[in-house]
Every structure is written in structure tokens, then in C-alpha cells.
């Protein structure tokens, strides 16, 4: 299966040499400030992913702090960021034995040349290797059809098309049961289920499972609802380092009350085993 859900061996990327890692790079100007120019290539409706921009501040993070693998990252988005040159500034909080805490914004420029804050973010990193090896659990991996079985973008009609620049740098195939929205016959069920991987056929790693999270249509599409549903604040757990092969995402929605909506998302690698989990809070529009 992970053949099929992926590019040919000789030409899939390998990590530090993909798209991904690429446009998530960010450049050390001082002790904890970094610059770096968000891609036009992750974005939707114009507005860069949340998914891209939690990675972004992940790698920054990453050579911020003494360990090396996200365990925990909590992200505020307070204005949409577009593409376009971007600074980052992290600070160390409390640094452990097993855990070290830092905290990270995004800023980007006004027409006057003023900063803007974009996202916050506090996160703990530790080093996922040192894990042991002990499982206990009730979680099950979702039941999505083979990769064969479901859809993506090249198979069909794209509703995004034109819009969504992120999905031409995405391996996306919906299950079928969760696919109605893009026919004109939305469910009704907060649900949203993929095979994931990137385009290029690099491996997901712990970075990677930051936008694996926040990457799949938003679960209010089969809601029968439409346009940008925009985030609020997002925690991600990142639980275990994936095993190569492509990944299954289940999103699901309990609760659209007010205008916001929560989405649960679970991250499952080839060997079954719950490698990320995520919440997040957003907006959406009713009229």
C-alpha cells in the first residue's frame, strides 16, 4: 500500500531535499530570531495553511530548543498570514532533563513596514526515540477503503481548483463516505477521512505530522457549509516518529454552535500506530 500511495522510489524526495522542507526553512538572523518568506505554494483562498505555518514555527522551535522532536505545540492564529516575507522570534521558557519549553510568533509587515503578529505559539519538545516502547489503548485506526478505492483532486472535478494551491502539493485521496460535499451532496456529518502524504513522496516526520493535521478539506464542507473556515487556536500532539508509508487522517466535528466549530483529528502511520493527535477551534460562516 505504501507504493501505491506514493511516488516511484527513484524519484521520491527524501527529507531535507523536498518541496516541504524547502519552504518550511527558516534562516537563524540572531540568538532566537529567524526570517523566512512563507510560499505561495500552501496556501487556500489566499490565506497561508495553518497546518504549513504551525511547521514553520516548529522548525524554528526546533533549533531554538536543546531537543529535537515536537511533543506538544499549542498555536493562537490572531490575523491570516499571506505569503510574502515573514520574521520569527523564540524564546526559551524552561529547559529539563527530558523537556524543554519554548514559546514562538509569527510577525509579517502592514503597508507602513510595522510588524503584525500572526500566530503564537508555546510548545514542549523532547526526543521522540527516547520513548518507550509500551502501548495501552482503546484508540483503532479509521476505516478508510484502500488507497485504490478513494479520490483525489486528479480523479474528478476539483472544487478548489484555482483556489487552493496547497492541495497541487499534497497526496490526497478522500474515502468516498466523506466525499459528498465535492458532488453537491454533503453528508451532513462532521467527518473528513484521507490517505495523506506529500506530493514529492517524502516520508512524513514529526514536522510533517504539523501540517498532516490541519491539511484535509475542513469537516464543515460535508456540514454543508462553504468557504474559508478559518483557525482560531490549534493543539497537536505529536505521539510517536511515523514509520515511511503513507498516513490516514480522521477529522471529526461533534459541536457547530455560535459560529465555531471543534475538529479532532487522528494521525495513523503504515504499521497502525497513532502517531499525532490535534484540536482545534474555529469560524465558520453560516449565510
Known sequence: M????????????VTGDSEFDRDTAVVRRAPGVYDIDLSSGWTILGAVNGGYLLAVLGRALGDALPHPDPFTISAHYLTASRPGRAVIRTETVRTGRTLSTGQASLFQYDDEGNEVERIRVLASYGDLAGLPDDVRTTAKPPAIPPYEQCFGPADGPDPLKGVSAITERLLLKLDPATLGWALGQPSGKGEM?????????????????????????????????????????LTAHIRHRPAPGPLRVAITTRNLAGGFLEEDAEVWDSEDRLVAQSRQLARVRLA
Open 193 to 233: 477521512r484521507a490517505w495523506f502524504g506529500l506530493a514529492d513522496g517524502r516520508d512524513a516526520d514529526p514536522l510533517s505530522l504539523l501540517l498532516a493535521v490541519d491539511a484535509l478539506p475542513p469537516t464543515a464542507f460535508e456540514m454543508g457549509l462553504k468557504g474559508w473556515v478559518p483557525t482560531v487556536e
Open 2 to 13: 505504501a507504493e501505491a500511495a506514493s511516488a516511484s522510489s527513484s524519484s521520491r524526495a
